[in-house]
């Protein structure tokens, strides 16, 4: 029963919470109530299900990375739903926002507890496209058209996928999503459909050079939405890519060095290109295509062999957790610098801080512990590159933190009220920042076979407070820290933009765009030529009536018709038809 409560309780918020009244706070208690089935399957290992009268024989389970992701989503929706009762409760719109809201919830956990195909896909559908509704929310002209990009976007994306899924059945031989890692490993195509599952879920991961909807959409939707979009949905396409990755059974060099290639890319350019906004929500928009770059490294790393699945797939979940709840933390926070005031600033200052750190990879944070991961498998794999590979991730620790300082920043320049106040969505923001990234350090979550496949004999604990561990991981975000202080500081460096962006957001996006244009423009020239010759013609229908009206076309056309009405030529013509038909299928 608790595997379909996960989905009906979504859809039953969904339509129960528009009809709460204005100006109340009980859609967030509805919300939040829908995300219990949830959150219990990521704490407690429950033996799956089978539903033979859901979608085609529906099979429910979990493995360990998906219970992971899991207990992440039920707590993002959890914290977003409270949040946004408080956050909503006045806007004219917030009917519409609950029911798409609570669709994409379903969707969400959905596609997380589906074992076969047609669910999954069915789930994942119903989530990409009850999230245009969050993105478009607000009607305002960028938000429509960041609605009309993530549409088209997550259109393409599905095609791609439902072409991957239906290939990856086909080789398999089974609709349980279990059995196609082994069977793509074995498959002459197998790359290939990876290669279409990696752009078909690269769009909801927002992989390079697929991600430009992204700095769009998250941005425009409000602040709970934004949290869950970019902390809970996006991970989805990681699922996925999980879903069809044939980690520890196959070597896939090309593909593998493709992954890690594009990966950094994501890391370090997204972070960059982060620097030159001016909307703290985009700021953090680029940082969450930097971050799930470095989550398309470690899943690239697996593909190259010699990692077991069982170590590298829990680690690419735990990463994915940590990032997830500060980034909800963070874009959450984005609402509370003009609501909060007085003491509690302190409070919220704090509580962004240690959001940052947790992303950057600070000292005592599920940042520390979740890249430190991903150098262990960098260290050990015979990718070539592999300490190039190091020293630029080293390298991301320090744009990570220019880009969140930059963000702190940002936020800093809101004007505060006046009054020592503390918002109703302050409370389920806080129950956030202390259900963070701790959790991937929790024995809960966190398989013993990896964690002593890292601490050897040493545990946890003696991870933490090892001087050389934490020192690596202070200095780059220190250096990160200084560079964007250093800049602040002094007017002559200080050439941060402050109104406009430095660098249109969506920035690939913009050239797609200006191609469509000039191509569009030099078809409405052809046509507008070739009417123009049309014309010149004196007049080419004038020339065609004559020839209709001529009698002996008029003597001919009366055969014709006469002919074709003869039951005969029908019978024989059919009969060609047919005979065609046959041999050529």
Do not use: C
Not at 144 to 163: P, S
Not at 230 to 236: E, F, R
């Amino acid at each position: 029963m608790i595997w379909f409560l996960t989905i009906l309780l979504p859809l039953m918020a969904a339509i129960i919470a528009p009809f709460t009244p204005v100006g109340r706070r009980l859609s967030g208690i509805i919300f939040f109530t829908a995300t219990l089935p949830a959150i219990w399957l990521g704490l407690v290992e429950v033996s799956g299900v089978t539903a033979q009268w859901f979608i085609l024989e529906s099979h429910f389970s979990l493995d360990t990375p998906r219970r992971i992701i899991l207990l992440l989503t039920g707590i993002l929706w959890a914290t977003s739903g409270l949040f946004a009762g408080s956050y909503l409760k006045d806007d004219k719109r917030r009917n519409e926002f609950s029911f798409y809201f609570g669709a994409a919830m379903a969707g969400n956990f959905g596609l997380l507890i589906s074992a076969e195909v047609a669910s999954f896909y069915t789930f994942f559908a119903l989530m990409t496209f009850a999230s245009y509704g969050l993105v478009i929310h607000n009607r305002t002209p960028f938000a429509r058209q960041a609605a009309k990009i993530y549409l088209v976007m997550a259109i393409i994306g599905e095609l791609f996928l439902i072409t991957a899924l239906y290939l990856a059945v086909q080789s398999a031989g089974s609709m349980l999503l279990a059995d196609i890692p082994a069977a793509l490993a074995q498959a002459p195509n197998g790359r290939f459909i990876f290669l279409l599952g990696l752009i078909g879920f690269g769009v909801k991961v927002g992989a390079i050079p697929l991600y430009f909807w992204l700095p769009l959409a998250h941005p425009a939707a409000p602040a709970p939405a934004s949290a869950v979009l970019s902390g809970a949905m996006i991970k989805a396409g990681l699922v996925g890519w999980m879903h069809l990755a044939p980690v520890g059974l196959v070597e896939w060099p090309s593909l593998s060095l493709l992954m890690v290639s594009l990966g950094f890319m994501s890391a370090l350019g997204a972070a960059i290109y982060g620097l030159t906004q001016v909307d703290p929500k985009t700021n953090l928009a680029y940082s969450s295509i930097s971050q799930m770059g470095v989550m398309t490294v470690i899943l690239g790393i697996g593909l190259y062999g010699g990692i077991p699945a069982g170590l590298l797939l829990p680690a690419v979940a735990l990463y994915a957790f940590n990032h997830g709840t500060a980034k909800a933390l963070l874009f959450m926070g984005t609402a509370l610098p003009a609501k909060v005031g007085g003491s509690w600033r302190i409070l919220m200052w704090a509580g962004l801080g240690i959001g940052v750190l947790a992303i950057a990879g600070g000292p005592l944070t599920g940042g520390l512990w979740t890249k430190y991961l991903l150098k262990t498998f960098l260290g050990e794999t015979t990718l070539p590159g592999a300490q190039t590979f190091l020293l630029l991730l080293t390298l991301s620790a320090v744009t990570t933190t220019l880009l969140l300082s930059r963000f702190l920043h940002l936020l800093s320049k809101i004007k505060a009220p006046s009054e020592n106040v503390a918002p109703a969505f302050l409370i389920p923001w806080i129950l956030l920042l202390l259900a963070g990234g701790w959790w991937t350090m929790s024995p809960i979550l966190l398989p013993a076979e990896l964690m002593n496949y890292i601490t050897k004999e040493k545990g946890i604990m003696a991870f933490f407070w090892n001087l050389f561990t934490n020192w690596s991981a202070i200095w780059p975000i220190t250096l990160g820290a200084f560079l964007m202080a250093f800049t602040l500081k002094f007017a002559t460096l200080n050439r941060w933009p402050t109104k406009e962006p430095l660098l249109p957001p969506g920035d690939f996006v913009h050239i797609i765009l200006l191609s469509g244009d000039s191509v569009t423009k030099v078809f409405q020239k052809g046509i507008s030529l070739l009417q123009s010759f049309m014309q010149s013609l004196n007049g080419p229908e004038k020339i065609f009536y004559n020839i209709s009206d001529d009698k002996r076309t008029q003597q001919i056309s009366n055969s014709a018709e006469a002919l074709l009405r003869r039951w005969e030529f029908v019978g024989i013509g059919f009969f060609v038809f047919f005979l065609t038909m046959f041999f050529f299928l």
